[in-house]
């Protein structure tokens, strides 16, 4: 049964991907939980499931996943489908080995090092003397908790052994930066407290001025200021914090600088768009997920470090003999560099994908999409009941209707016109909320099989829905 239940559950799935682009059927479908309940029976049972009910199943889950393979899903930072990626995650399924030894994963391992000094030499980690390091881990959120204990063990030399012992630590990264930095705070026993926010300009990128006010603020106070976390490419406004100023403040204060390049790191493949991480070769270590803009799927993402030797000092453990043999292969094991010990072979689908394309495949990621972008921006500014909230520096497209037009501009009604996109399939996109708590759509521009006039006609039904909604309104006041 379970070579047949592979044949029939492949070609549901190949069909799911051929239609996938255009007529990928709904976006999205059911939010009730009842309703999923009903229409499947997801208990696991005493006596296994027949293979009609298996296959079933299969067609279920793809009909009520939410269609990222759309060129209208633009929700989230990830879309898309990468056919050479994907050829990669089944190779490391099928094969199905751990990262954690060149014994286990000979080949993985390799690519692994070609990736990660692929990306070491253009960032300039990797120069005359020096060559950087790096490891793939579990996402953006787990890379910005690794720098954050790199600095953390360098601030306090004892701390891998003894703790943090009463030190007090503060760290510091701009308003807009991703949450995960107040969640690692508080894992890796520092306090959420302990991160201090410095505000952010009329563009989204963090404010120098202010950034050296409040590390002078915390020394006055008896902290110890260890790490500064600067964003290439914020998560809500996709701004980039001013990279070479910041790293002259952290040189200054001797405090260790990370750059969280989660969603935007990828502009380092863009000789137009590069200076947008001007100065990078100056950070300590640098991040950028492979499973969003650059379209492998999730999870693969890159931690690099400048000084070669910071992962086994800080990750490695000294009991871990039974695993990591000595034997020539001892210097290649990528295991004592990481956190995790089993660790799938994600380097697979990311090395697929970049030798397919090559550089000038992953330059053209960048170019094209930000240059739809600038179309988008300027469609929006031409009608006069749109606003732009921050000038785009990268591919988040944040706007709402003016709140001086006459149409509806209430944070519900944003949040009906949403979920008419959504009912109607017309696009799959995400809406945040401001400083004062007013929502706005942020449309993220990375899907290089959305065609520009299908933005546009985005644009037109969020303008003809609010419309739309004025005449409810009106309807609703005459009927009470
Ligand atoms: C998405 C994102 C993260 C988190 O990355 P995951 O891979 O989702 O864990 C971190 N930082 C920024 C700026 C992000 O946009």
């Known amino acids: 049964m379970n070579t047949r239940l592979l044949h029939r559950s492949f070609r549901i799935m190949n069909s799911y991907i051929n239609r996938g682009l255009r007529r990928p059927g709904k976006l999205s479908t059911k939010f009730s939980i009842k309703e999923l309940k009903e229409e499947q029976d997801l208990k696991i049972k005493y006596l296994g499931a027949k293979e009609d009910e298996l296959v079933s199943f299969v067609k279920f889950y793809l009909k ?19 056919k050479a990626a994907l050829v990669g995650d089944l190779l490391a399924a099928v094969t199905n080995t751990t990262m954690a030894t060149f014994e286990a994963s000979p080949v993985g391992t390799l690519l692994e090092e070609e990736l990660v000094d692929s990306i070491n030499r253009i960032i300039g980690f990797t120069n005359k003397g020096n060559k950087g390091e790096g490891i793939m ?36 990264v701009s308003e807009d930066c ?18 201090l926010k410095v505000k952010t300009d009329s563009n989204g990128q963090m404010d120098t001025l202010d ?46 600088l990370h750059v969280d390049g989660a969603w935007g790191g990828p502009v380092i493949f863009s000789q137009k768009h590069f200076d947008l991480i001007k100065g990078i070769e100056k950070v300590d270590s640098f991040s950028m997920d492979a499973h969003k803009l650059l379209g492998v799927p999730l999870t693969a993402t890159f931690f690099l470090v400048k000084k070669s ?14 695993l990591f043999h000595q034997d020539s292969n001892e210097n290649i094991n990528l295991g004592p560099k990481s956190i995790q010990c089993g660790r799938r072979v994600d380097a697979l689908k990311v090395w697929f994908s970049w030798k397919a394309k090559g550089y000038s495949g992953l330059e ?117």
């Open 364 to 480: 053209q990621i960048v170019d094209k999409n930000i240059n739809t972008m600038q179309c988008i921006v300027n469609y929006i500014k031409s009608v006069p009941e749109l606003e732009i909230i921050k000038n785009p520096m990268y591919l988040n497209v944040c706007f709402r209707i003016k709140s001086n037009s006459n149409i509806p501009t209430q944070n519900s009604d944003l949040l009906k016109v949403r979920g008419r996109l959504i009912e109607n399939n017309d696009f799959y996109i995400n809406y945040s909320k401001d400083k004062n708590g007013l929502l706005f759509f942020r449309l993220i521009v990375l899907n290089l099989n959305t065609k520009l006039k299908e933005y546009y006609l985005l644009i037109d039904k969020i303008l003809k829905y609010s419309r739309e909604l004025v005449n409810t309104k009106n309807d609703t006041i005459i009927a009470t």
């Open 137 to 172: 881990t579990t996402g953006g959120s787990q890379a910005n908790m690794l720098a954050l204990i790199c600095a953390r063990n360098n601030s306090i030399k004892e701390c891998k052994n003894k703790g943090v012992y009463g030190e007090s630590l503060v760290g510091f």
């Open 309 to 322: 030797g910071t992962l086994l000092s800080n990750f490695s453990e000294d009991n871990s003999e039974y």
């Open 178 to 195: 991703h949450y995960s930095f107040a969640k690692m705070f508080n894992i890796i026993g520092i306090g959420s407290e302990n991160l």
């Open 64 to 82: 009520n996943s939410t269609k990222s393979i759309s060129s209208r899903f633009n929700n989230q930072l990830f879309s898309g489908h990468n």
């Open 211 to 256: 950034l050296e006010k409040k590390i002078q603020t915390s020394v006055t106070h008896g902290k110890k200021p260890f790490f500064i976390g600067a964003t290439a490419g914020t998560t809500v406004y996709g701004a980039f914090d001013p990279i070479d100023k910041v790293s002259k403040i952290a040189e200054k204060y001797n405090i260790y």
